[in-house]
């Protein structure tokens, strides 16, 4: 081994029309070592690894491996430079098998069948090496998220990677999976793999790197060692200011019942149950969260409370009874009856991303009358003055009520939902994921706006697969696994690896 | 029914089947890789057309073949640019090159040869013959052989060489689509192009491929529907049977032995079609017929949505109806009296069968999950 760089990168520039998406970035990272880019979303991480992999061409700049100056006008180029990476969404074909997903691309020769046995071989010998045991028979479709991921990772090392880099590896894995692939990543490490982790969780970042990239607003502002920063710093290099990262909250003061669920199941199309029997409720001036990895029933709940999907059981806001199959069962009345709902997904549930702001903030009340003028036309010009007070006093920029809402980033347009939701004093907020894309500047501002409500005496139902999201907000947490409630706990006094086992289907183990 | 006839209804069923199965293998490859193509009739049109034009003018049938496959990959070539490179509407694209065959085949018809938008009568050596096997007796003898040969000679002999082309392009298909490194990145960009990208291979070759293959196998069926079947290209020849091998592929489960029964079903209904234009049954037997599909319609609905019950149901009432009145017509009669079935009843049964696959009685299929969506590399 020389002591040349794994792979190094000189002043590498990448603009898209006005936007200066990398300006003049330069990184060498040891083989070896673990090398962490953290940065805000839209700090132009995606758009250097998208370089990296070839499917963008840098304006300007080099790319070093082991030394040599290379060239990488498309991902082949990429490959065959050493160079694996592996998707936070999986490029993996769904009903493909393992194997066949492994040998997509790589394959020995024009038939099939001696490419299949070569890489069932080979397979077994990296499953020995680096302890990652897959079947290679199984179908995509039916191995949970954490295998998957295997096998992406084993995808790259069966092209001969020596520098894999990972794009927010753990978004989508529960906190035991994600410890294993830390665990894989020490392995890869300590055979003299170079692994490079793009993440926006600084936790992860303090874990397991070795060095660490601060990237905002497409430049590189740091590189550190790891051992020698904290979370603090990072989180201050990465925003250009002080963060607050943790919740400023008293202790809740719940009142009387306002959310009540019980026993509530739910039947998708394909007859598969998705909630089975859920019961929960939550008072008014206390924040319920519930903890899951995703598609466990958050979802279909969120969607049963908020009025569109329907279910069996009973669900009974401030006493009395909410209607779950019939004609009023719709959004419409749910608001009325005092339920707001911040959706989990804002561009498909939350916006309407070709509609201008003014537009998008009264969706569910334009029936309103505040904002009708007479019998047939709307007061438009009342519901811009409003909306642009609104943006004022949730921090949305640019405050522009005329702008349409995909020209937000993903923390303005989130405050411009939560400001439509929150505005209209409802007694039960249902939240999905709030800060889901969102940066840290914006997390903290949401996070405030959430508590706030709460002391106010208003019952909040927060759902989030960010686990740090919900032990910092929450007065009570509940885990989901496959449709149902594993357990309640009290935020203080649990931790993650209980909530982990909860959320991993575990009841016995994480009993105290 | 004796066993001539049965041999003789298969024995059409093959060669009307033929034409069906190749434009469905032509689709198979095309949506397996993710660009759905409605465009297949106008395809086989044209390949019709211009095969024929050729081989009359040239009178040799091979390079009326070529000239109709080549049509046929040209109008294939169009459909990729538009929904491969331009990433425009395959549905729309489809349609397009619909509506251009339909038009442009009748008025380069009627230009070339001033007869009515039609070509002239193909004679022999402008036409594919058919291959008799060593043995096989000839039409007007089989009466007096036993049924083995009339097996081999009617059923298994005398097709034209591209029914056994056809029937050969199954499990070629089947072995190139999942026995080759082409057919799993096939099916791998059909499914899931980013996964095909990110491995190095180019989406887009991939795609423009498949699309020409599809372009190839509609032109030869189009060759074969002018001049094998028939012997001179007239308007609109293609009668939907690139829609019907729609229906046939959404059938078959985009699978090619799936494919190959769905076919010779469709073809057995032609078959039928053409062999019976009378066909008498007595009228128990027909209303009880009629009876048992309003139960089966009954049962079929139980379970589902009010649309549904009212829909389905509906008809299925309507069935029953037509089933009372056919006994209540024949009572004074008696029951065993012959009634005739109407002729557009029995000519539109593959399109009937047709409407069912497509409504979705035949189980759930999935198709490709990419199909029908242009491939954006994202960031």
Redesign the interface.
């Known amino acids: 081994m020389t002591n040349n760089p794994a792979i190094e990168l000189k002043g590498i520039s990448k603009a898209f029309g006005p936007v200066q998406a990398n300006r003049d970035i330069s990184i060498s990272v040891m083989p070896g070592t673990i090398h962490g880019i953290i940065g805000e979303n839209g700090a132009g991480k995606s758009t250097l690894m998208s370089i990296l992999y070839g499917f963008y061409k840098a304006d300007a700049g080099e790319i070093f491996t082991d030394g040599q100056k290379i060239l990488i006008p498309d991902s082949q180029a990429a490959i065959s430079a050493g160079i694996g990476m592996v998707f936070q969404h999986f490029k993996l074909v769904e009903n493909f098998t393992v194997l066949e997903n492994i040998v997509l691309g790589a394959e020995s020769g024009e038939f099939l069948a001696p490419s299949l046995r070569k890489a069932r071989a080979e397979l077994a010998e990296l499953a020995a090496e680096y302890e990652l045991n897959v079947d290679p028979d199984a179908v995509i479709e039916e191995i949970g998220v954490g295998m998957q991921q295997r096998v992406e990772i084993l995808k790259a090392l069966y092209r001969k990677a020596n520098i894999l880099i990972l794009d927010e590896p753990t978004g989508v894995l529960t906190p035991a999976e994600a410890g294993q692939l830390f665990r894989i990543l020490g392995r890869l490490r300590k055979e003299g793999k170079t692994i490079i982790l793009i993440t926006h969780k600084l936790r992860e970042i303090m874990d397991i790197t070795d060095t660490v990239s601060v990237m905002r607003r497409g430049e590189m502002t740091a590189t550190v060692k790891t051992s020698e920063t904290s979370p603090e710093n990072l989180a201050e290099l990465m925003v250009g200011r002080k963060v607050l990262l943790s919740v400023d909250k008293t202790p809740a003061q719940p009142k009387h019942q306002v959310l009540e669920v019980s026993k509530l199941t739910v039947v998708d199309e394909a007859g598969v149950r998705r909630l089975k029997e859920v019961s929960l409720n939550v008072r008014a001036g206390e924040i319920l969260g519930i903890a899951g990895v995703a598609g466990n029933g958050q979802s279909e709940l969120l969607e049963v409370l908020g009025g569109y999907r329907s279910a069996t059981g009973s669900i009974r806001v401030n006493g009395s009874e909410i209607d779950l199959t019939g004609s009023s069962s719709d959004g419409q009345s749910r608001r009325a009856r005092g339920i707001a709902h911040v959706p989990e997904d804002r561009q498909r549930e939350g916006l309407i991303m070709d509609f201008t702001a003014w537009e998008n903030a009264i969706f569910g009340y334009h029936r309103d009358p505040n904002h009708q003028l007479n019998r047939f036309l709307m007061n438009n010009a009342a519901i811009r003055e409003e909306t642009a007070a609104k943006m004022a006093r949730f921090d949305v920029r640019p405050p522009n009520p005329n702008l349409t809402a995909k020209n937000f980033s993903g923390g303005n347009q989130q405050k411009i939902v939560l400001a439509r939701e929150i505005e209209r004093n409802p007694d039960l907020l249902l939240v999905g994921q709030p800060t889901r894309g969102v940066d840290i500047g914006a997390i903290e501002f949401i996070h405030k706006q959430i508590v706030a409500l709460r002391d106010q005496g208003k019952a909040i139902l927060l759902i989030s697969v960010e686990l740090d999201e919900i032990l910092s907000l929450s007065d009570r947490v509940a885990v989901m696994f496959d449709g149902q409630i594993m357990g309640e706990r009290d935020p203080l006094k649990t931790n993650e690896k209980e909530l982990g086992l909860l959320m991993a289907g575990i009841i016995s183990e994480a009993k105290e | 029914m004796d066993f001539l006839i049965l041999i003789q209804v298969l024995d059409s069923t093959l060669r009307l089947a033929t034409p069906l199965l190749l434009v469905c293998l032509a689709g198979l490859f095309s949506e397996r890789a993710g660009i759905f193509d409605i465009g297949l009739e106008g395809k086989i049109l044209a390949a019709a057309f211009v095969s024929a034009a050729v081989a009359y003018t040239t009178g040799s049938v091979w390079v009326g073949l070529l000239a109709g496959i080549g049509a046929s990959v040209m109008l294939s070539a169009i459909h990729g640019l538009a929904s491969i490179t331009l990433k425009g509407d395959q549905i729309i694209s489809g349609v397009a090159i619909n509506f251009l065959a339909a038009g442009l085949t009748v008025v380069v018809a009627q230009a070339w040869f001033g007869q009515g938008g039609r070509t002239p009568p193909l004679q022999s050596g402008g036409r594919f013959e058919p291959i008799n096997f060593p043995g096989a007796i000839p039409s007007k003898e089989m009466a007096d052989v036993g049924p083995v040969m009339q097996l081999y000679s009617e059923l298994l002999s005398g097709h034209s060489l591209l029914v056994y082309v056809a029937l050969l392009t199954v499990p070629l298909s089947w072995f190139v689509l ?8 096939l ?2 960009v059909g ?2 192009p ?8 180019s989406v887009v070759g991939m795609r423009y491929a498949a699309v020409i293959i599809c372009g190839v196998l509609c032109g030869i069926a189009g060759a074969y529907i002018a001049t094998a079947l028939q012997a001179s290209f007239t308007k609109d020849m293609s009668a939907g049977r690139g829609f019907i091998a729609l229906a046939a592929l959404i059938f078959a489960k985009w699978r090619p032995w799936y494919a190959l029964g769905a076919c010779l079903l469709f073809g057995f209904f032609f078959a039928i079609d053409n062999r019976f234009q009378n066909i008498l049954l007595p009228a128990w037997s027909l209303s009880g017929v009629l009876l048992l599909t309003a139960f089966g319609l009954a049962g079929y609905v139980w379970r589902k949505d009010l649309l549904d019950k009212i829909v389905l149901g509906g008809l299925g009432l309507g069935v029953a109806f037509v089933s009372v009145l056919i006994v209540a017509s024949a009572w004074s009669a008696g029951l065993s009296t012959q009634i005739k079935i109407p002729v557009v009843f029995i000519q539109s049964l593959p399109y009937i069968l047709t409407v069912v696959v497509l409504a979705g009685f035949v189980g759930k299929a999935i198709p490709p ?1 990419s199909g029908g969506v242009p491939y954006v ?1 994202e ?1």
């Open positions: 999942y026995q080759t490194r082409f057919g799993l990145r099916r791998a499914e899931n980013a996964a095909v990208d990110t491995a190095g291979i999950r590399k960031k």
